[in-house]
């Protein structure tokens, strides 16, 4: 097995190029007073629909929505194996990107078994969602165009789930700021990649229960471990209280809205505190994709 490099994430640039948004970089006077650091939020929930998945999906025809309007950018058709229960905002962008979708229950069926029984029938080709060389190259451009924009950085903070952005992330980190330090960040319930990390080997969980339901993985790819346990200095977990804290944050103070999930890294960047005092630090922010209805109690604490 071969892992990618910066190379394929630099190629990967050239081929999304025109497709994916630049995403701003923004700053927040308020957090850098509150944790004495420098932040700088790579923002992700402004990329095309709405997380840093488009990015891959161009890249190599990978995730839900975004593979469905990869596809349809292409002339490709597609299909999309997603869970039952994703938040009805992401079933309903999928189906208007005109994919097919398929429908499994996360808790009781094997979403690997099911696709690759898909793919056996209809012919077609089946691209994992974040364990695969092109979608990790694909994620790393986000992490590229932040230092770019940022020069050289102390520490970058990004959510994990499968590994596809986290070890993308990284590839981008070790080429463009080598003493930048790398933290994956994860829900306190999903926490297989941390596991992982510890025991050198692929650790497998249950399916967690979070309301971070882009990180509900239940272990990493060949892949990304790979790139994982050789480039990331350590993974951190958060609390969903801690997520909703994030969200709170982001809406309050910058005026964005951020789905649980996109908020993971900005949460372990805030509970590291002895790491970033003093430090520039890159907050990768995921994603968007929330139900309103779903938000709003989430914020208020319903």
């Not at 992490?143 to 950085?153: D, I, N, V």
Request: hydrophobic letters at 45%; charged letters at 20%.
């Amino acid at each position: 097995m071969q892992l990618p490099t910066y190379d394929d994430v630099v190629a990967a640039a050239a081929r999304i190029a025109g497709h994916a948004h630049r995403t701003p970089v923004l700053r927040s006077a308020t957090a850098d007073a509150r944790w004495g650091a420098q932040f700088f939020f790579k923002c992700e929930n402004f990329q095309r629909m709405g997380a840093f998945k488009f990015r891959g999906a161009f890249n190599a025809l990978s995730h839900a929505q975004a593979v469905a309007l990869s596809a349809r950018l292409l002339g490709m058709p597609a299909l999309i194996v997603m869970p039952q229960d994703a938040p009805a905002a992401k079933l309903a962008a999928t189906r208007g990107y005109g994919a097919e979708m398929v429908l499994y229950d996360r808790f009781t069926e094997d979403r690997e078994a099911l696709t690759l029984r898909l793919a056996a029938e209809r012919g077609m080709t089946l691209i994992p969602p974040y364990d695969h060389p092109d979608v990790i190259a694909g994620q790393g451009t986000a992490a590229k165009e932040l230092f770019e924009e940022t020069g050289p950085l102390d520490c970058l903070y990004v959510c994990t789930g499968g590994g596809g952005l986290t070890s993308g992330s990284a590839l981008a980190a070790r080429a463009l700021a080598p003493q930048c330090k790398v933290y994956g960040v994860e829900p306190e319930a999903g926490n297989d990649g941390q596991q992982s990390l510890r025991a050198g080997r692929i650790v497998h969980i249950p399916v967690p229960q979070t309301i971070a339901d882009g990180a509900q993985t239940q272990h990493l790819g060949e892949y990304t471990f790979g790139i994982i346990r050789r480039d990331v200095d350590d993974i951190l977990t958060v609390s969903d209280a801690q997520l909703v804290e994030a969200m709170r944050f982001f809406a309050e103070r910058m005026k964005m809205v951020v789905e649980p999930t996109g908020c993971l890294a900005f949460a372990g960047a805030c509970t590291d505190a002895a790491a970033i005092k003093g430090a520039r630090v890159g907050v990768i922010v995921s994603g968007g994709n929330v139900d309103l209805a779903r938000y709003a109690d989430l914020l208020v604490g319903r």
